[in-house]
């Protein structure tokens, strides 16, 4: 801080009475101060001021050093005191009224700092001092509306940075730091929040507006229990606090609501979980911690309801509120699986493997890169309308019907797009088949080996040979002949 100006020697008429010896011996006391505070030995200045105010009390001088002293020595109420003390006992005194000023604007209360700058002003309208002061005071003013506005707006980062900047004018103002302090909470910055709150709670155990912030920080991190134990000391130390108040019944209710559907989730009864766990979601929007988890706990339920899209929501909202948070992009990567959103799930899985390099998170992530591969071919179940666990008769049926339902010459009449169209599902089904009804073949398609050579491998069949080969020659009931004389791929149908 600055060094604050003090009186030096002040002039005494010559007395021969006692209250004359007096006057010398505190005005010697002064002196001495003022020596000391020179030379920046505030302690010892502080002292020798004191000393000057117990021989003659009456002195506004004495009073105005002092509290010159104790602002130096950044112990702004006690100087505040000193302050109206000297203007008490004399109203003209400018330094007095400019020392008082500055202390209320230091501790934050712009208003009575103008109305002191302003006083000095008008005994003496030219004081530039006086001028300055009264636009910091201004400023901080303007700073704490703007704030105010912010808070409202539920714009914390204006509100931390309208602080910062009323802080290095009121650089000790409580009210101002416990403003800022809780909106880093609400930011997330708990590390910040917590470390403004204890250098607060260093010097006033007792405040209040201190024990609610870290019960706050404590709250938004999921530590719950120990967040309403501070909440109470708050509640102890100001009963009137009403966002303490508010705060420990939130903190309550969302552990209570949460347990409720924990419990819900273990006992299978899956739908009043979810809605237990909606409920939680509404107590209190700004615990991003807590809800984080609740949207992931609703999730899980979902998927166990087989809402996999609100189950996917849910996951994603999660981590909207934490990126950071494994278990929601584990629950959200397993949610795509189900559905077969493979490139979701693979996308998933590397930001988890990216984080935590563990062997179950490399083997689901190998899972679902394999998934995708599998997914990327033709899907021969889906060409013949089957399962992935249909029988070698089921298998038989479908291929059946889709191959009569695409064969070219049920087409022979249709355009020659959807000619052409019909011969490729024809061959296509035929393709499936031949995979299918081999076991060999099968079991390596199921497990995604060889796909690109198993595929390359159906280039030279023939479809058409196929479909004789299921349903037999003109003997057997079907002959399907090739008519040269048309285009490729015209059949015709004929009944043996």
Do not use: W
Request: glycine share 6%; charged share 30%; net charge positive.
């Amino acid at each position: 801080m600055a060094a604050v100006a003090i009186d030096m020697l002040m002039e005494i008429e010559p007395q021969i009475t006692r209250d004359g010896d007096v006057e010398r011996k505190a005005e010697g006391y002064k002196e001495q101060g003022n020596a000391f505070y020179i030379k920046k030995e505030y302690s010892e200045a502080f002292n020798y001021y004191s000393k000057a105010i117990d021989s003659c009390p009456k002195n506004a001088s004495y009073y105005g050093n002092r509290a010159a002293t104790l602002m130096m020595l950044c112990r702004f109420r006690e100087a505040l005191e000193d302050s109206q003390q000297a203007v008490r006992i004399d109203d003209c005194f400018m330094k007095g009224h400019l020392r008082e000023g500055k202390c209320h604007l230091s501790l934050g209360n712009a208003m009575a700092a103008s109305r002191c700058f302003q006083k000095v002003l008008e005994l003496e309208p030219s004081n530039s001092q006086a001028q300055q002061e009264h636009k910091n005071a201004a400023s901080v003013l303007e700073f704490e509306r703007m704030a105010e506005f912010g808070f409202d707006k539920r714009d914390f980062r204006k509100v931390v940075y309208c602080m910062d900047r009323a802080l290095i004018l009121a650089s000790a103002c409580h009210r101002f730091k416990i403003f800022k302090a809780e909106c880093l909470a609400l930011l997330g910055r708990y590390p910040e929040a917590q470390s403004v709150a204890s250098d607060i709670l260093r010097v006033d155990t007792t405040n209040g507006d201190a024990l609610y912030v870290r019960g706050l920080c404590l709250y938004y991190e999921d530590c719950i229990d120990k967040a309403v134990q501070f909440f109470v000391q708050a509640l102890r130390m100001a009963p009137d606090h009403e966002k303490a108040r508010l705060a420990c019944r939130n903190a309550k209710a969302l552990k209570a609501k949460k347990e409720e559907g924990n419990q819900a989730f273990k006992d299978n009864r899956f739908e009043a979980a979810y809605k237990l766990y909606s409920e939680a979601l509404v107590i209190d929007p700004n615990n991003i911690k807590t809800n984080a988890k609740l949207y992931c706990n609703r999730g899980t339920v979902g998927a166990k309801l087989k809402k996999s899209n609100e189950a996917i929501e849910d996951c994603t909202s999660a981590i909207k509120l934490d990126d950071t948070y494994i278990k929601a992009y584990l629950r959200r990567a397993q949610c795509y699986m189900d559905i077969e959103q493979y490139e979701e799930a693979v996308r998933d899985y590397e930001k988890v493997y990216q984080t935590e390099k563990t062997k179950e998170h490399k083997h689901l992530l190998k899972t679902a890169q394999l998934e995708l591969k599998k997914n990327k071919r033709k899907d021969y179940y889906k060409l013949l309308g089957v399962g992935k666990n249909a029988t070698e008769d089921e298998i038989k049926k479908a291929y059946r019907k889709r191959a009569l339902m695409h064969h070219p010459d049920r087409h022979s009449a249709a355009t020659s797009d959807v000619q052409k169209e019909e011969e490729k599902k024809f061959k296509e089904v035929g393709e499936a088949f031949t995979v299918l009804s081999d076991p060999k073949k099968k079991t390596r398609y199921d497990c995604g080996h060889d796909l690109e050579e198993e595929r390359n491998n159906m280039g030279d069949f023939d479809a058409n040979n196929i479909f004789k080969t299921f349903f037999g020659g003109p003997a057997g009931g079907f002959s399907f002949e090739s008519n040269q004389s048309q285009a490729p791929g015209n059949f015709f149908f004929q009944f043996g």
